[in-house]
Nanobody, 117 residues
Framework: QVQLVESGGGLVQPGGSLRLSCVVYGSIFSIAAMGWYRQAPGKERELVATITNIGDITNYADSVKGRFTISRDSAKNTLSLQMNSLKPEDTAVYYC??????????WGQGTQVTVSS
């Protein structure tokens, strides 16, 4: 059974940093393309960043380029998102997503990030 468990969210002041983690349980991590998405109140879920299964290609939303960094550690089955220079508009629930080419898509339960003074 596949399960994605996020952690690392919280309250941070503007300009601060947070690091999100997503541990993937189940034998799909090495094959799955991974990504972070977010959903703010009253808005649709949007892509934040993605990374290929071997970590050679990353993609970022324009709004986070230069501030966020996505990475993966195959030894720990963990996806990470380093978020720097956080802004109030980054406030959202952040979701981890795994896309296995044969099995399909899995989502985590989400972790709240709030940027406020």
């Amino acid at each position: 059974q596949v399960q994605l468990v996020e952690s690392g969210g919280g309250l941070v002041q503007p300009g601060g940093s947070l690091r999100l983690s997503c541990v993937v349980y189940g034998s799909i991590f090495s094959i799955a393309a991974m990504g972070w998405y977010r959903q703010a109140p009253g808005k649709e879920r949007e892509l934040v960043a993605t990374i290929t299964n071997i970590g050679d290609i990353t993609n970022y939303a324009d709004s986070v380029k230069g501030r966020f960094t996505i990475s993966r550690d195959s030894a720990k089955n963990t996806l990470s998102l380093q978020m720097n220079s956080l802004k109030p508009e980054d406030t959202a629930v952040y979701y981890c997503r795994a896309h296995h080419p044969l099995v399909g898509i899995y989502w985590g339960q989400g972790t709240q990030v709030t940027v406020s003074s």
